[in-house]
């Protein structure tokens, strides 16, 4: 297997890496795959078939700056930032491999830096609190598995920010199951040095050097779809959000059918429903008082 | 002639999936190696392939639901 360090610290252009490797990269018979290493920005990935207004305040993330992104693997909704190292491994399999058998080798690497760590189904537990979380997808005979791994993230932002499902939604999405966390970086530890760790311990093939038209399609994938509103909240499973005064039903992220106080809202139909697109609205059609109340309740 | 689709048994360990998305509609003709639908399960995303060229006459398996492996996901004809 080879590495990549990726330069880039922006989840787009990452979550299109990893596409690209999986669907794209003829890995040779004998190629024994890529490691991908990368830290992003403050942001949130959600699971491919998630819901994303379900999973985050939209409100929450605009004050916190911080955007949502979606991600090729299943499972549920996940918070990066600079203080979280991200590893995905994408190779060519005969026989379809398990979680496993990319966590027991991590696991073990980080045993060696004297951590408790503990595979369990599809996480590493460290004195039973989550140190990583891993989803994996299957395409064209490729797998891709991928994990975050908690060295010196913001644990404060992580809780505020996920784990905190709006129950006013339903939806057949596929839901996130929050669970205890907790960083590794208080045993001395930084994300450089896992890095090199996990080179030592994956990377027998040496570095991966990507070309110019290979960075190039990377960056028009990652800004013709995972930088897009389409792909990260318009790919959202149809969904129907209700409380006393609001009723929404929305596909693909446009709003089908709306109603408040009881009364149709023809002016929401057909609408993204967007922070800004719904605000313009509900400040012709309300004061501007009851326009913010509606407003923070559909996406609060 | 009229056949079902079965989920394939990809899972040794769970029993079922979710189904996530659909690649075809009734009245598609689809060919052998084309995506059928997505499914996801235990945080895995894997797409299913026809295995041969089939005409979809009817999804028995609503995107979001769950169905077990070995189950019909769908009514096709072979063309």
Request: proline content about 3%; glycine content about 8%; overall charge negative.
């Amino acid at each position: 297997m080879r590495y990549y360090l990726v330069p880039s610290s922006d989840p787009a252009f990452c979550l299109a890496l990893e596409e690209y490797f999986l669907s794209s990269y003829d890995f040779k018979n004998d190629d024994g795959g890529i490691m991908l290493l990368w830290k992003s920005s403050p942001s949130i990935i959600i699971g491919k078939f998630q819901n994303a207004y379900e999973e985050v305040s939209p409100l929450n993330c605009m004050r916190h700056n911080i955007c949502i992104y979606r991600r090729n693997t299943g499972g549920g909704a996940v918070y990066h930032d600079m203080g979280n190292l991200n590893f995905s491994f994408i190779r060519r399999y005969t026989e379809q491999p398990g979680y496993n058998d990319f966590l027991s080798p991590v696991a073990s690497m980080l045993s060696s830096f004297g951590i408790d760590a503990e595979v369990r189904d599809t996480m590493i537990l460290s004195e039973g609190k989550k140190i990583s979380g891993n989803a994996e997808a299957f395409s064209c005979g490729k797998v891709l598995h991928h994990g975050t791994l908690l060295v010196n993230a913001d644990l404060g932002e992580l809780s505020l920010l996920t784990g905190h499902r709006r129950d006013i939604i339903r939806s057949k999405a596929i839901k996130s199951n929050p669970y205890p966390v907790k960083n590794i970086g208080k045993a001395g530890i930084t994300t450089e040095e896992l890095k090199y760790s996990f080179i030592k311990q994956f990377a027998q093939e040496g570095e991966f050097l990507p070309n110019e038209d290979m960075l190039h399609e990377v960056s028009t994938l990652a800004n013709s779809k995972y930088d897009t509103w389409e792909w990260n909240w318009g790919r959202s499973p149809a969904f129907c959000l209700e409380n006393d005064h609001v009723f929404i039903e929305a596909r693909n992220g446009i709003t089908e059918h709306a109603a408040i106080f009881g009364d149709e809202t023809e002016a929401l139909k057909g609408q993204k429903l967007t922070i800004e697109g719904y605000k313009d609205i509900l400040s012709d059609l309300y004061d501007p008082r009851t326009a913010e109340i509606i407003l923070s309740e559909i996406f609060e | 002639m009229e056949k079902y689709v079965k989920l394939p048994e990809i899972s040794k360990k769970k029993e079922k999936a979710i189904l996530c998305e659909w690649c075809a509609t009734p009245g598609d003709i689809i060919h052998s190696g084309e995506l059928l639908c997505v499914i996801e399960v235990n945080k895995v995303t894997e797409e299913i392939y026809a295995e041969y060229d089939m005409e979809i006459l009817c999804l028995l398996i609503e995107e979001g639901d769950e169905v077990a492996f070995g189950e019909n996901i769908a009514k096709v004809r072979n063309v």
